[in-house]
Each structure stands twice: as C-alpha cells, then as structure tokens.
C-alpha cells in the first residue's frame, strides 16, 4: 500500500512537528545554551567525541601561543593558549554577551607546557562573574605545570554576560587553553530551603568520583553527561585502611538522568565494594579528599544496589561518617530498591583540616558507594553596582582608556583584586554592592572626551582628569551630590560650565587651561566663599565672576540668559526707538564698535593667576572648620 500524498501545507507543519515529536520521546531539556571555545586557537574544529570548540573569541586581550610538546596533549583544543601579557593589563576576561540567565557549568583547561620558554609556570588568579574561584600560584605541581589541568564549576549568571576574568600576580601572564560554558538546570545542586546555601553561590568542583571506574564523561571518553561533568576514578582517593572491589551493574538503573540534576547512568553502572566488611574489622569505606578549610562544602552520595545477591531490606545496611561524624544511616535496599539511583546531599561546615574524610562504617553486610561529588561552596562576592559598572564601561570607551591599564571585567570586583587602575572603590553602608568613589587619571594621555554617563557614578567623591588632552564640553551629568574634588585641569575641554556642577559638595574645582566659555555659575563661584578651592584660569572665552571679566550684558552661560531675554522683552519698545535714531545717527557719522569687555589691565591680571583662592572671611573660616571632618573621604576596599 502506498502511501496517499499529502498535501504540501499538512506536509509542512509534519516536518515542523517531527523534531517536537523525536525530542519529546527524550527527556524534555530546556537548556539548551553550550559554548566551547578553544582558546588561541585560529579555527573551528570538532573533537573526536563530537564536541565543536569554536576559534577563540569574546576576550579582552592578551595573544595566542601553542604548547612546547603539542603530542602530550590529546585534544587540539588543550594544544593552543591565550596567555594575557602586563602589557594588556592586570585584569582580562573572557565575557560572553547575551547568554541566556540561568544557571551554567564551567569548565577552563589550565596548561603551561613551558610554552613561553621561560620554565616559570604563573601565578594568577580566576574571578568567575566577579567571584574569586581559582588561585595559580608557581610552581605548580609537575604534572600540571606539563600536561594541564580541568577546573569546573557550577555558577549562576543573571545578567546576560558571562564574565571569566584572569588577575596577573605580580607581572605574570595568566594562561588558559580551553573555556566552556554548559547551560544545566537552574535547581541543579540546590537543596531544601533553610538547610542550603544561597542561589548566587558558586560551587566549585573539589572532586567528582566515580567509584570502581576509569575516568570518563566529556574530554575523557564518549560517555556523554548532560551537564558536561567528567567523573574521575575513585583510585586516587583511597585511604590505605580497608580492600576495595569494583563491581558492575548486569542490567539498567532506574531513577538516573532525572531532573534537576540529570545524574548520568554511567555513574551507578559501576560501583565500590568494601571486601570481606562486616563491621567486625573496623574496616570501613572510604575516600579522603583534599579541601581548602576556610569554606563550607556540599556533599552528593550517589548509591545504587547493583549487587544481585542483596535481595531485600536490611542486608546491606552502613552508617555514613563525615570527619568521623556520624551524620546518616543507610539501607539504599530498603529506600529505593535494587537497581534504581539513591541520591543523598549534605552540607558540611566548620573544618578544622584541609583532608575531608568520608568513611562508609558497616552495619550489616558490606558497604558500597557507586560516587561521591565534592563542592567548595564559595558565596557570591559582592559586585559593582550595575548602573556603575555601565556607566564606567562607557568612560573606558569615551576617555579611551588604553589596554595596557586592564579595564575589564567588573570594575571594583572581586574585592580581593585591585581595582581598576586609577580607579577606587566601597562598599554601600548596607554591604549590598561596591561603588566607585574615586577616579584618577590625571596625566594618562587620554584623548576622549567624558561620557555623560558620568552622572551614573553617584558616589564619586574625586575625579582628576588632569593634564590630558580631552576634548568636548562638560556633560551635564557631572556634579553629582557626592562629588568633592574635580580636577580637569590643562585638557582641552570646551564649551560652557554647566549648572550641574553647582549642586554639589564640591570643595575642589580646577577647570584652569581649557577652552571653556560662557557665563560661570554664580554657586560655582561661592565654593570659593565657603572656604574651598577654585581655579578657572586660562579659559579664555569665561567670564562673570571676579577676576575674570564680567559678562557682555544679557549674556547667560549658553548665550543670552533669561533675565536677558526678559529685558529685552520689556525694552524692546525701547530698543526700536533708538534704533531709528542710531540709524539716524550712522547715516550721520561713524563710530567704534560697542565694546563690553573689561579694561585690558584686568584680563592680563586673571591670566596671570594660576589658581584663584578667595580671600578667606572670618565666617568662612568658621565653616571651613565645620566642613573639615566630613571632607576627607575614606576609601575602604571592603
Ligand atoms: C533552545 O531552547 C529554546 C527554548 O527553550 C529555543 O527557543 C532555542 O531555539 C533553542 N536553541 C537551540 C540552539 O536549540
Ligand atoms: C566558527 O563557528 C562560528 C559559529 O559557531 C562562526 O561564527 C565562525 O565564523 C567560525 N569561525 C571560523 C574561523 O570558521
Ligand atoms: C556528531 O554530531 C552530529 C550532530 O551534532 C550528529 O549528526 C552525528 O551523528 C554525531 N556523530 C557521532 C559519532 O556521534
Ligand atoms: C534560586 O533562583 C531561582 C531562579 O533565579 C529562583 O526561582 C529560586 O526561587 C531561587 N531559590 C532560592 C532558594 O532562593
Ligand atoms: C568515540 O567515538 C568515536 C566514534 O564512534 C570513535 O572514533 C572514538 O575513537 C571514540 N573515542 C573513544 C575515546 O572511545
Ligand atoms: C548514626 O546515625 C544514625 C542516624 O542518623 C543512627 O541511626 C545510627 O545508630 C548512628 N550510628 C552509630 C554507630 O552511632
Ligand atoms: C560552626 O561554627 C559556628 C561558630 O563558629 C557555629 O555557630 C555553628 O553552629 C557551627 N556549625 C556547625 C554545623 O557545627
Ligand atoms: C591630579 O593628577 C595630577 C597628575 O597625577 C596631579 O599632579 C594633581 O595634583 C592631581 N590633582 C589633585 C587635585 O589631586
């Protein structure tokens, strides 16, 4: 029988159903956002298991070299570098616009391979969205410092940029090879409310062991994990008390690749035994991992009764210690069955040794454990208010801050780097964010001119840009409340001063040896009566204020100020009359031009002063003793 032709439309919307129908047979999974990027390297390429790693992208800087001994590496992604000279600056990352907000696994590929010759593997540190995750500090151990290193973690990104930043120490030059970013369930790894850990806490791989198996899962073998994870043999973490059997499951487990954490089924196919373990012995199960004390860190156990002998419950039953903590009691049997996936997590908090030990102590029968996984649990550090760091992004841009200066990433975090350079940060009083209260970057030979995102800044307390060659007017953004000091001083600023810069705390103001013009605000000028500091000398087109000349009547900050306006307005009548005498009078005899300007003595006079401190009066003197405790701001960096 064949089959009836459809007609183009139904045939259509069939094609279009096919891939809705094929996917929803497996697992529904939304996140579906994975990057692999090979860093320092010139061109796509896709692995033997399948993975496509695309040519290195989306960084700040830096330059590509190649491994010394290319043949120990055994994917051509690890083969290829970006190492990020000083002359790119401190602070370089890897942002990634427009991903999707979620949560994601990272994974870097960490390798030296004395590719620069120089037999000094670097120390730097890795900030992953402005949180301080991994420190290299040289020399590295040997076999790292050759064949490279995988680091992973899971993080929560909710802004749409992901941001991989590097932090040379000293004058070292942070490497990378290979960068990953693998979209995973937004509830992976979270826990019941009040028992856990907050949302925005990076969990930081310190072991993912698959136990009585080789290493496996993505770049290790074709075993694939939704996650990108890859499970390492339990080998390596075998304390010396106790024999160990691997054993293998003879058909499927239930339970696995279920959501939110998609455990693989690999994991429980393979599993530890403890031998000839009846509690008797003192022998025990277990799995020492190294850890860092200062942090809190999550626990996963993953059980399946593989073992066909174990028929039901209470055959196989042992307690869990955890730094010899006696902290649960196990029958996976009696929980879930035979073959089926029996996952459990717990927090661990307050180490006192840098070795976590885990111990499975018999009960009745022997022990088992088909995985453990390991994460330091490292709060979130606090980040650059957002409307801040956009606002300096934009100044990088405008000022044209050069590279070798390192303006990437967040501009204040994490707080346990420097900020940028020239560049000073605190904390809110609420220890919500970090703000930016001091930029300094007089004599940097900037060329730009200052963005009016400027007004963004909104605790700035000091801004020198002196001695530059930056041009364009003053945006009317400057002269937020914070603001304290201004130096601008010997640019090429242009334009007129704006009222903005009246409404401020200001005690400083040097704007001498621009190109300002225009009326200068009267408050601007009264800094100077309060006790503070103004320069606006070598402008030539400025005027209103003593010493400088006084304005040509009628004439505003812009031009023609209101009140201007207004009386010519009122004498308008005025001014038509007289116009028809002065045509009279012209036609009768010329004249000199009409002059508004001061006596020439006096200009020389105000060009000659390099900065203009009034006199100071008794009042002043009084509220300068006033001001004086509030004035000198402190900059604490944490
Ligand atoms: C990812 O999933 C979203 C819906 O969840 C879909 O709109 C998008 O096209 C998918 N992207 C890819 C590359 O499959
Ligand atoms: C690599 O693939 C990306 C898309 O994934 C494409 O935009 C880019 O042009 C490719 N690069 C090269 C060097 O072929
Ligand atoms: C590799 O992936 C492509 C699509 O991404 C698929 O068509 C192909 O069958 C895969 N090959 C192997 C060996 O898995
Ligand atoms: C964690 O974040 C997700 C998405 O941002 C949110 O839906 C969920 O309620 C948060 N959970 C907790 C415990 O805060
Ligand atoms: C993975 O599968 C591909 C194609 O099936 C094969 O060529 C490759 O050798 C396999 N790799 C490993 C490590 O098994
Ligand atoms: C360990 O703790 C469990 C409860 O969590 C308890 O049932 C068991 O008896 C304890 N084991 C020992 C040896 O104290
Ligand atoms: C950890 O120590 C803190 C104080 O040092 C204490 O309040 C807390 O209860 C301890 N937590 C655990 C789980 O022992
Ligand atoms: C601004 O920076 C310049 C150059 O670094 C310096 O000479 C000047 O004293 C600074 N101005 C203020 C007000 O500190």
Avoid at 549 to 560: A, N, Q, S, T, V
């Amino acid at each position: 029988m064949s089959p009836l032709p459809l007609p183009p439309l139904l045939l259509l919307l069939l094609l279009l159903l096919l891939p809705t129908v094929s996917f929803s047979l497996s697992i529904p999974y939304p996140y579906n956002f994975s990057l692999h990027i090979d860093c320092g390297g010139l061109t796509n390429s896709t692995d033997v298991f399948n993975t496509t790693w695309i040519s290195d992208r989306y960084y700040t800087g830096g330059a590509t070299a190649v491994v010394s001994e290319p043949l120990l590496f055994v994917h051509q992604q690890e083969k290829t570098l970006r190492y990020f000279p000083i002359s790119s600056g401190k602070k370089n990352c890897y942002s990634v616009k427009d991903v999707p907000p979620g949560k994601y696994f990272l994974r870097t590929f960490i390798a030296y391979d004395n590719y620069d010759g120089k037999s000094h593997p670097p120390s730097f540190d890795v900030a992953v969205e402005g949180t301080l995750v991994f420190s290299w500090r040289s020399p590295w151990p040997e076999s790292i410092s050759r064949y490279g290193a995988y680091s992973d973690l899971f993080v929560t990104i909710s802004d749409s940029d992901a941001d991989v930043c590097f932090y040379s120490i000293a004058t070292d030059s942070p490497v990378i090879a290979s960068l990953e970013l693998i979209q995973v369930d937004t509830d992976a790894y979270t826990l019941g409310n009040g028992n856990g850990f907050s949302n925005s806490s990076i969990l930081v791989n310190y072991g993912r062991i698959s136990s009585g198996s080789v290493q496996w899962g993505p770049g290790f073998s074709n075993d694939t994990d939704r996650f990108g994870r890859s499970w390492q043999s339990d080998a390596k973490f075998l304390p010396r008390r106790g024999k160990i059997r691997a054993i293998s499951a003879i058909r499927d487990v239930i339970n696995v690749e279920k959501e939110p954490n998609f455990f693989p089924l690999k994991l429980y196919q393979t599993a530890a035994i403890l031998v000839g373990g009846d509690g008797k012995s003192g022998d025990y199960l277990g799995y020492e991992l190294p850890v860092d004390a200062k942090l809190d860190y999550l626990l996963w156990f993953h059980f399946a009764e593989i073992d066909v002998s174990v028929t039901k419950a209470g055959q196989r039953v042992f307690d869990i210690f955890v730094n010899d903590v006696n902290i649960s009691r196990v029958d996976i049997f009696k929980s879930v069955g035979s073959f089926a996936a029996y996952d459990w997590s717990y927090v661990v908090k307050n180490l006192t040794n840098t070795m976590l030990s885990i111990k499975l102590v018999p009960v009745v029968g022997s022990p088992t454990i088909c995985g453990v996984e390991n994460y330091a649990i490292v709060p979130a550090d606090l980040k650059t208010l957002p409307d801040q760091a956009t606002a300096m992004r934009a100044l990088k841009e405008s000022l044209r801050v050069p590279d070798r200066m390192g303006w990437n990433g967040d501009p204040c975090a994490p707080t346990t780097w420097d900020a940028w350079e020239g560049v000073a940060c605190h904390t809110l009083k609420d220890e919500s964010a970090l703000v930016v209260s001091q930029i300094d970057l007089g004599n940097r030979g900037l060329k730009g001119y200052i963005s009016d995102q400027i007004s963004l800044l909104s605790n700035l307390v000091s801004l020198n840009l002196s001695a530059n060659s930056l041009g364009g007017g003053l945006p009317e953004g400057l002269g937020q409340k914070s603001l304290a000091k201004l130096d601008l001083s010997d640019n090429k600023f242009t334009g007129s001063i704006p009222d903005s810069l009246t409404s401020s705390n200001l005690q400083l103001v040097l704007l001498n040896d621009n190109q300002l013009d225009g009326r200068v605000p009267e408050e601007l000028y009264s800094i100077g009566v309060h006790g503070g500091a103004i320069d606006l000398s070598g402008n030539k087109g400025l005027c209103g204020v003593p010493p400088l000349r006084e304005c040509p009547l009628f004439w505003g900050k812009d031009g023609l100020s209101t009140g201007g306006k207004v009386a010519i307005g009122l004498s308008c009548l005025f001014v038509f009359c007289m116009l028809l005498l002065a045509i009279h009078m012209c036609i009768k005899r010329r004249r000199n031009d009409y002059d508004f300007g001061l006596p020439h003595e006096l200009m020389s006079l105000a060009a000659k002063r390099n900065r203009y401190q009034r006199q100071k009066s008794l009042m002043a003197l009084e509220m300068e003793s006033q001001h004086a405790k509030g004035f000198i701001p402190t900059y604490s960096s944490n």
